[in-house]
């Protein structure tokens, strides 16, 4: 109930601003956060449940395509951070606040009066988060921390909860310990694809047409991406995965922005029914 509160609060609010007591920014604003926070606990409840599954594991196979396919070694990589602790730090406010950077973009857009794009940015951000999560049902992994092995000396030298933040939880509903879901408790548990990708270029995206946020998102979104490996125990495959995602994410918003008759010519299918009539 107290996680969820926000939702309906925003539902409301978005209700009542957008049809009883017109108030665009406030509606636009509120709508746009009830989508992303029921998105968001959605896709985490759907990928913390599957794992009571037992689906079997896939890190042998996406560390195998990062050793042989892209020749990187992640563990590598966290031991050259931990060595640099202003980085480590630095990259750490980055990860664990990129999620967070979907709310100075709502309220960007809505306080220039572009409702569609902040609609849009919510549409997006609903659809590559709850494609994550569903695809984690089939994917499930422990990350690379955990399944590479990573010296306690370098874990220490990283900002906590790096790599192993999401393993309580992780460990938890696959062995069965754990069976009840609490909102307020959720972590990242999703390893592949990478929701964070989407975190990190959505922003980018939605502010295209101002050179000089694209540009300054831009940054923090390569930051974002680097970060994943050695703060969020990522496997390399899991930031293209993620790109993946987004890119669907973006193409349907981008697809459904035409008109009606154009979207269903597009899938080679005439418009259902007239809406001149």
């Known amino acids: 109930m107290v996680a969820g509160a926000p939702i309906l609060v925003a539902a409301a609010l978005a209700f009542y601003c957008g049809s009883l007591r017109p108030l665009p920014f406030v509606a636009s604003v509120c709508h746009a956060m ?46 050259a951070v931990s060595r640099n602790p202003a980085i480590a730090v630095v990259l750490g406010i980055v990860y664990f606040l990129s999620t967070a950077l979907v709310v100075p973009i709502v309220l960007l857009l809505a306080r220039q009066r572009r409702y569609e794009r902040v609609a849009e940015t919510a549409f997006v951000f609903a659809v590559t988060v709850l494609i994550c999560g569903m695809v984690s049902i089939a994917t499930p992994a422990i ?8 010296d306690a000396t370098v874990l220490n030298s990283l900002p906590a909860g790096s ?19 609490d909102w307020t408790e959720l972590t990242g548990v999703i390893t592949f694809p990478s929701f964070h990708v989407s975190f990190a270029l959505i922003p980018v995206w939605a502010t295209r047409d101002s050179p000089r946020l694209a540009t300054l998102f831009a ?10 490996i050695p703060i969020g125990g990522h496997y390399v495959i899991d930031l293209i995965g ?17 008109s009606p008759a154009e979207a269903w010519r597009s899938v080679g299918l005439a418009q259902p029914f007239d809406t001149a009539r």
């Open 163 to 181: 790599g192993i933040y999401h393993l309580e939880q992780f460990i938890g509903f696959r062995s069965g310990t754990r069976t009840v879901i």
């Open 242 to 258: 993620g790109g993946i995602v987004t890119a669907v994410g973006i193409a349907t918003a981008g697809w459904l922005r035409r």
């Open 219 to 228: 940054g923090l979104a390569v930051l974002t991406l680097v970060s994943a």
């Open 34 to 79: 009830a989508v992303v926070l029921a998105s968001g606990f959605l896709a985490g409840t759907i990928a913390t449940a599957a794992l009571s599954l037992g689906v079997p594991l896939v890190d042998d196979r996406l560390a195998a395509i990062d050793t042989a396919l892209l020749g990187v070694d992640t563990i590598t990589l966290a031991e």
């Open 143 to 150: 990350g690379t921390f955990a399944h590479l092995g990573i």
